[in-house]
């Protein structure tokens, strides 16, 4: 059990939630980029350094790579979210996303109705 007091924990969730979302929106921006350029996407997220990327970023909750599946014409970007475990892409929104375990997080967590 943590011995951190909660307004400390509840701080470093704020922060590693905002670094994960601003990693998942360079990534995501970097994907967009690299279709543009090639006309499809990379088969992997290491595809994209160094020209996208100077380094793909880590997941901040996993310690791995984020999970990126290309799908198509579109493609899934996700962290494995504060419970450190991969859901397989499932995904709620701010409310679930906190209440319930179970859950990825993915730049529309914080959005989505």
């Not at 990379?42 to 996208?52: I, T």
Request: net charge negative; no cysteine; charged share 25%.
């Amino acid at each position: 059990e943590s011995t951190e007091a909660p307004t400390a924990r509840a701080f470093l969730e704020v922060r590693d939630r905002g670094r994960s979302q601003a990693e998942l929106l360079m990534v995501d921006l970097a994907l967009r980029a690299y279709h543009a350029d090639h006309g499809a996407w990379p088969a992997s997220l290491n595809e994209l350094s160094p020209q996208y990327l100077q380094r793909v970023p880590l997941d901040r909750y996993s310690g791995r790579p984020l999970i990126y599946r290309p799908e198509g014409t579109t493609f899934s970007l996700y962290s494995v979210g504060k419970d450190g475990r991969d859901d397989g892409g499932k995904f709620g929104n701010n409310q679930t996303y906190f209440a319930t375990q179970g859950h990825d997080y993915d730049l529309d967590t914080m959005i989505r109705p």
